[in-house]
Nanobody
Framework: QVQLVESGGGLVQPGGSLRLSCAAS????????MNWYRQAPEKTRELVAV???????NYADSVKGRFTISRDNAKNTVYLQMNNLKPEDTAVYLC???????????????WGQGTQVTVSS
């Protein structure tokens, strides 16, 4: 079994900061891409940031310069540092990862349950 568990969401004023965490657990052999998505009400799910196994990162244009994705491979954890938050960043933030389990051939894609981020004064 593999689980992704997010934490760190909450209510913050515009201009504030939050740091999200996503920890993967289970019979994990290797984690390839670890990603953050977000889902706002009545909007399509948006890819926010990507972190590859080799250390490359990529960001949606809407968050470039404000958000930073990082990962700790020893802890199977990915982080999203969000600065200068805006009301339009309000959404459920979901962790996503491509994982190979011990004894498994190939990778499967896993999702966390999400954590709510609300930016409001």
């Amino acid at each position: 079994q593999v689980q992704l568990v997010e934490s760190g969401g909450g209510l913050v004023q515009p201009g504030g900061s939050l740091r999200l965490s996503c920890a993967a657990s289970g019979t994990i052999f290797r984690i390839y891409n670890m990603n953050w998505y977000r889902q706002a009400p009545e909007k399509t799910r948006e890819l926010v940031a990507v972190s590859t196994l080799t250390g490359s990162t990529n960001y949606a244009d809407s968050v470039k310069g404000r958000f930073t994705i990082s990962r700790d491979n020893a802890k199977n954890t990915v982080y999203l540092q969000m600065n200068n938050l805006k009301p339009e960043d309000t959404a459920v933030y979901l962790c996503n990862a491509d994982i190979t389990r011990y004894g498994q051939i190939g990778t499967l894609n896993y999702w966390g349950q999400g954590t709510q981020v609300t930016v409001s004064s």
